[in-house]
């Protein structure tokens, strides 16, 4: 994927949670952007007064979403204009929108920091558990989205397509990365980003389908978390690894297998598996 793609999936990202935060939360405004070159750019705005917020870069350790950035964990300050917590080097953009409260939290993939998300208000606002608990869940979608496809984009760079169509290499590594992406997803409680991460899932799903290959067969009607298993079943993961994966019981795995195989016609999983290719299933 090229720069340019790239960085207008970014924004699309976080303008996604941007709008969700002010959804979720009692904060009258709402702000926020990824980290590029050890700065982190806001490219979306939610609810403020004036314009003085556009444009805003924040770079590490500065201010108070900059510390939020290094430290990696969320930072709040009551009374942005007297704290002495924090460097005002961005006063003239917090302090212009009128903003008294500001809470940052950042956005972490894989431990590392790559964005933060802030909630305003003009007024002195405790933030609590309950009032904070919303923006983490906000700040841990983003980073599970962005972690999904930079692990898509990892494997399908590792295993490009051969000449005439995919190899048997790529084939394997886009299928390892579908039964990932709906093992993260299964996680998800939010529909929007459940969405979000199926287009996904659908996208991975088209690449190993050739013309005449495979076609959809609309008789044979599987539930999700039976092409969920089916999805782990098909790289090679044991009912264990299936149950841990997917956080359900041994058991529950083997009832969702066996309700599949019943549904595609199968004796094995492995018949299970191939028949749900065929059905334009399971990429």
């Not at 770079?59 to 709040?76: D, F, N, T």
């Not at 299928?175 to 093992?183: D, N, T």
């Not at 782990?232 to 044991?238: I, L, M």
Request: proline fraction near 4%; charge should be neutral.
């Amino acid at each position: 994927m090229g720069a340019p793609s790239r960085l207008r999936d970014d924004a699309t990202l976080v303008s996604h949670a941007v709008a969700e935060l002010a959804r979720r939360t009692h904060f009258p405004v709402a702000f926020g952007g990824l980290e590029h070159d050890g700065a982190v750019h806001v490219t979306t705005i939610v609810g403020a007064r004036t314009r003085s917020i556009e444009g805003l870069v924040v770079h590490a350790s500065r201010g108070l979403g900059g510390r939020a950035l290094v430290e990696r964990r969320p930072r709040m300050t009551l009374d942005y204009r007297t704290s002495r917590s924090i460097t005002h080097d961005y006063d003239r953009a917090i302090l212009g929108e009128g903003i008294a409260t500001l809470f940052a939290v950042p956005v972490l993939v894989s431990g590392a920091a790559r964005g933060v998300l802030y909630c305003g208000s003009w007024a002195q606002s405790p933030v609590g558990d309950v009032e904070a608990r919303p923006a983490f869940d906000v700040a841990g979608e983003l980073g599970t989205e962005l972690r999904v496809r930079a692990e898509v984009d990892r494997r399908l760079a590792a295993a490009p397509p051969t000449e005439g169509g995919l190899g048997a290499g790529a084939r394997e590594e886009i299928r390892e990365s579908y039964a990932q992406l709906r093992s993260i997803a299964a996680t998800i409680s939010d529909d929007t980003v459940r969405r979000r991460l199926e287009e996904v899932e659908a996208r991975l799903a088209a690449l190993t389908g050739d013309a005449g290959d495979t076609a959809s067969d609309p008789d044979i009607h599987l539930s999700r978390r039976e092409i969920d298993v089916l999805a782990c079943a098909a790289v090679g993961s044991t009912n264990g690894e299936i149950a841990a994966s997917l956080h359900l019981r041994e058991t529950t795995v083997k009832s969702y297998l066996a309700s599949a195989m019943s549904k595609l016609d199968a004796s094995t999983r492995h018949a299970a598996v191939t028949r749900a290719r065929r059905a334009g299933l399971l990429p």
